[in-house]
């Protein structure tokens, strides 16, 4: 029988409902990122603590002003989005940027990656990695100025360093490479809450066990990094331990916004990832390319989303 003829009412998706709303999600987020934020804190100082909290403040007072401008209601703010973007922004800056930094990154993120496009389930880029991608193009000494770890809970530490993956790509001399265990740690230079691998992971596996993010784009992506840099020639280890992979992979790449839809779309979405992250790193500018490698699949979301997409059912053939 022809469906046009069945006496059915079906009302538009969604049909599978959760209680688990945005702002509990996005709470979970906070949650995990808590552990890397704290060991951020401890190794790059006090001053790491005022950057982060700065980057907070000024994305929800963004995001508060765009509302009001757009006549949105103020509760929408109860969504915690934005308090996700200002800690991850300030979680990929130097530890040792101006203040003024994360207010301008946060609202070239909150206004032009996001409210721009309608809010909150409208944008098509990371708005986070849209603005620091902003303050590296704009601000590029001081986005590549790095500190050593002071540890301790100092205030700031004013040791001039390099990052890992700089002194490996640019063969610098009289710096030395941290072991495999000050990288997996966090005892090594680097954005303020992208050094330690062990909290980072520990932070991704709670939000797969809450069944926030889906496990299939940070493996991939990972996983990717590590066979690309072993066919390479480069080592592996090193590779996936140092910079932000960890930090990009779990909390950026896993935006539900910015992802494909299909667990085949997300394989793909990882593995593209993870080959820009390999082609940036050994033959681009910038040692690091693991926010240029999100962004690139956040715009090709759409046509993944498109090649990839399940056969439909019960068509009426006409």
């Not at 001053?47 to 007072?61: E, G, M, P, Q, R």
């Not at 193009?137 to 100025?145: D, G, L, R």
């Not at 090594?188 to 797969?208: D, H, K, N, Y």
Request: positive net charge.
């Amino acid at each position: 029988m022809e469906l046009e003829n069945e006496k059915l009412i079906v009302s538009s998706s969604p049909h599978i409902f959760t209680t688990e709303d945005t702002s509990y999600a996005m709470r979970q987020v906070i949650l995990a990122l808590l552990p890397a934020t704290l060991a951020g804190i401890y190794f790059f100082g006090f001053y790491a603590l005022i950057v982060i909290l700065v980057s907070v403040v000024s994305s929800v007072l963004w995001e508060a002003l765009a509302l009001y401008i757009r006549r949105k209601p103020l509760s929408i703010l109860k969504d915690y989005s934005a308090v996700v973007t200002g800690l991850l922004l300030a979680l990929i800056l130097p530890p040792n940027v101006p203040f003024w930094i994360p207010i301008i990154g946060t609202g070239v993120a909150i206004l032009l990656a996001k409210q721009v496009f309608g809010g909150i389930g409208e944008n098509f880029l990371n708005p986070a990695l849209v603005g620091r991608a902003f303050l590296l193009s704009s601000y590029p000494q001081i986005m590549t100025s790095w500190v050593k770890p002071i540890g301790g809970l100092g205030f700031m530490s004013n040791l001039s360093t390099a990052t890992p993956l700089a002194i490996e790509k640019l063969k610098l001399t009289g710096y030395s490479l941290p072991s495999y265990w000050d990288l997996f740690i966090g005892n090594r230079a680097g954005c303020i809450g992208e050094t330690s691998i062990l909290l980072l992971l520990l932070g991704g596996l709670w939000l797969i066990y809450k069944n926030i993010i889906d496990w299939k784009i940070p493996v991939s992506f990972i996983l990717t990094v590590f066979i690309m840099s072993f066919l390479l020639g480069k080592d592996p280890i090193f590779q996936i331990l140092s910079g932000g992979l960890f930090l990009g992979a779990f909390f950026m790449a896993t935006d539900w916004v910015t992802t494909p839809l299909t667990s085949k779309g997300r394989l793909i979405f990882g593995i593209g990832a993870g080959l820009f992250t390999i082609v940036i790193r050994f033959w681009g500018a910038y040692p690091e390319g693991v926010s240029y490698g999100i962004l690139v699949m956040n715009a090709l979301t759409p046509l993944i989303d498109n090649l990839v997409k399940p056969h439909r059912f019960g068509e009426v053939k006409k």
